[in-house]
């Protein structure tokens, strides 16, 4: 029952792999080995998706992928179940390739839970880190070289007090596409403090970010965030990092414009919602493949059919129309035009059958959906009760 309890209790709150496993004593009571019990779903899903065959394994044989590393981590678990605490390992973890923190702890009575947060992306950048970083201590022209051509803007701060405030943080260097980005002057800018320069640089929040990076040395990534300056909104992302020397350096992208570009994007469809629920008629978009994207307001009280409901469905199954007076199915429009690229109407005598088997008299007409290129992305249906209904 407290195994059980355990489990799912981890299986319903932790978004993270996670293992549980036995611990497995020899005749004197020390630990030799760890039996793997459960996986939840977030470990098959990210990390390995056949978990149920290593179920009841030895971890020896399906975690470490070098005898070195077997040698290590089976040491570090096995004077965890002596002190029995909760420790996070500094050291990363290889498994598949990928690289992940470790987080492990004994609980009662004799299980070790083993919890895996990937950090493969941030091991791959500190490794390309570790490259740039000896290959600029070989050539100094080389460095000054990508210095002043990449076209990311480069910022190099010399850090004075605590580092807590913008105010420590004194440029040094800046390359020239820095200069271009910001529109500054070299001159105006070095030796002066970035709360200086950047005003709002606190509240934007990458100084807890300098902070982190300057007191641990390790590489961090800051997404794309709005600065504020003269009310005027500019989306800057950045990485981190530490020279050995102790200068704190940015590379980062002004990414205003592909913010900006989403949000137009939304806008727009946005619009295109609002237009296609004031339309009066029923209308209905599929994509590629026939199968639904939007029904508006109108369709869904013509078809019985919610956009919840519909989405994603075959048109054939939400819009089902048969000939009045023959009762056989009629052709998918959406289906001729995929096939043909061209407009199609209904014949007379088309009754669709609403989704509570209620019958109603309708005309329409499907158009392709073309991009740029001209190829068919899709199809809108648009159709309208005739006065005839039938029940």
């Known amino acids: 029952m407290v195994l059980r309890n355990i489990k799912e209790q981890l299986i319903s709150t932790t978004p993270l792999a996670f293992t549980l496993s036995e611990i497995v004593f020899d005749d004197l009571g020390s ?15 990210e990390m390995e998706p056949k978990s149920k065959k290593i179920i009841g394994k030895s971890m020896k044989e399906w975690l470490f992928s070098s005898e070195e590393d ?21 050291d990363l973890l290889e498994f598949k390739n990928c690289w992940y923190h470790i987080t492990a702890s004994v609980t009662w009575p004799n299980y070790l839970i083993i919890f895996f947060r990937d950090m493969t992306r941030l091991k791959k950048a500190e490794t390309e880190l570790e490259i ?11 460095s000054q070289s990508i210095f002043e051509n990449t076209p990311d803007g480069v910022i190099i701060y010399e850090v004075i007090g605590d580092g807590t405030s913008g105010k420590d943080y004194i440029l040094k260097n800046i390359n020239p596409s820095s200069l271009k980005i910001e529109n500054w002057r070299e001159e105006d800018v070095i030796n002066k403090p970035i709360k200086t320069i950047r005003p709002g640089v606190e509240e934007f929040g990458i100084i807890n970010i300098f902070h982190k990076v300057w007191q641990t040395g ?38 205003t414009e592909e913010k900006q570009m989403e949000e137009k994007i939304l806008e727009e469809k946005e619009k295109l919602r609002v237009t296609l629920q004031s339309i009066g008629d029923g209308v209905i978009t599929t994509d590629e493949k026939g199968n639904i994207d939007i ?8 078809t019985g059919w919610i956009q919840e409901d519909a989405w994603g469905k075959p048109l054939a199954e939400v819009f089902s129309i048969v000939n009045e007076m ?66």
Not at 31 to 44: C, G, Q, R, Y
Not at 366 to 389: D, M, Q, S, T, W
């Open 326 to 391: 023959t009762r056989i199915p009629c052709e998918d429009p959406v289906r001729k035009v995929l096939e043909h690229g061209n407009i199609v109407g209904l014949a007379n005598h088309t009754v669709l059958v609403t989704r509570n088997g209620k019958e109603r008299l309708i005309s329409d007409s499907a158009a392709p959906i073309k991009n740029k290129e001209g190829k068919i992305i899709g199809v809108v249906l648009v159709f309208r009760e005739k006065e005839n209904n039938h029940n």
């Open 295 to 302: 029904l508006n307001k109108a369709a869904e009280e013509l």
């Open 31 to 45: 630990p030799i080995d760890f039996k793997l019990l459960e996986a939840n779903s977030t470990f098959t899903r």
């Open 218 to 255: 390790e590489v961090a990534h800051y997404p794309a965030k709005a600065y504020r300056e003269n009310d005027e909104y500019r989306w800057f992302e950045n990485l981190v990092f530490k020279l050995p020397t102790g200068e704190i350096v940015a590379i980062y992208s002004d990414v």
């Open 132 to 142: 740039k970083q000896k290959e600029l201590e070989k050539s100094q022209a080389l």
């Open 70 to 90: 077997e040698k290590k981590w089976m040491k570090n678990f096995k004077e965890l179940t002596l002190t029995k605490d909760r420790k996070e390992f500094k």
